[in-house]
T-cell receptor
Framework: EAGVAQSPRYKIIEKRQSVAFWCNPI?????LYWYQQILGQGPKLLIQ????????DSQLPKDRFSAERLKGVDSTLKIQPAKLEDSAVYLCASGTHLYNEQFFGPGTRLTVL | RKEVEQDPGPFNVPEGATVAFNCTYSNSASQSFFWYRQDCRKEPKLLMS???SGNEDGRFTAQLNRASQYISLLIRDSKLSDSATYLC?????????????FGTGTRLQVTL
């Protein structure tokens, strides 16, 4: 079974630039999550989707971050404009149900200079 | 108080030792609890779910104490390959809009 796919794996940009990350969840998984993991910390949930609807985006900095899952399958997370403090690993995860195990992708390591 | 708190460690233990990690959570309505393992520069992976009655998987035992709002993970006969960060994860409770909250993780280093 194919796992959660993410691209790119690494991205280096300058502050105030824009960046987008892509995630393809495990086939059939209804729930999809985006997390931000800063070095030395646990993952912090940014947004979670159930199919193509947003379940929770309370921790998403909406002035600069946006995410969509238009057809209920793959998803994109965008940062516009990026700040230095956005440097982190962005993890995508998917699951069959809100209360069940989440399967994580390899993450995208973002460096903002 | 943080939603999920863990001792960041590191815990340095010799091979064969028994080590225990604790994790406390603040939301008494939390419904689901998990331990995830994260290797250096890798993604988190589920180690085990934590059930009210406690559960065991080989050398790993997880316990839940709802009254005191803490979860524990016990690793017996530690192996070098157990070296990793162990993340305590709590489902926040509150219906369908629940979210998983991760602790900062406890780093374990098993040495020869």
């Amino acid at each position: 079974e194919a796992g959660v796919a993410q691209s790119p794996r690494y991205k280096i940009i300058e502050k105030r630039q824009s960046v987008a990350f892509w995630c393809n969840p495990i086939s059939g998984h209804a729930t999809l999550y985006w997390y931000q993991q800063i070095l030395g910390q646990g993952p912090k949930l940014l947004i979670q989707f159930q199919n193509n609807g947003v379940v929770d985006d309370s921790q998403l900095p909406k002035d600069r971050f946006s995410a969509e899952r238009l057809k209920g399958v793959d998803s994109t997370l965008k940062i516009q404009p990026a700040k230095l403090e956005d440097s982190a690993v962005y993890l995508c995860a998917s699951g069959t149900h809100l209360y069940n195990e989440q399967f994580f992708g390899p993450g995208t390591r973002l460096t903002v200079l | 108080r943080k939603e999920v708190e863990q001792d960041p460690g590191p815990f340095n233990v010799p091979e064969g030792a028994t080590v225990a990690f604790n994790c406390t959570y603040s939301n008494s309505a939390s419904q689901s609890f998990f331990w995830y393992r994260q290797d250096c520069r890798k993604e988190p992976k589920l180690l085990m779910s934590v059930y009210s009655s406690g559960n065991e998987d080989g050398r790993f035992t997880a316990q839940l104490n709802r009254a005191s709002q803490y979860i524990s993970l016990l690793i017996r006969d530690s192996k070098l390959s157990d070296s990793a960060t162990y993340l305590c994860v709590v489902n926040g409770g509150g219906g369908t809009a629940s979210k998983l909250t991760f602790g900062t993780g406890t780093r374990l280093q098993v040495t020869l």
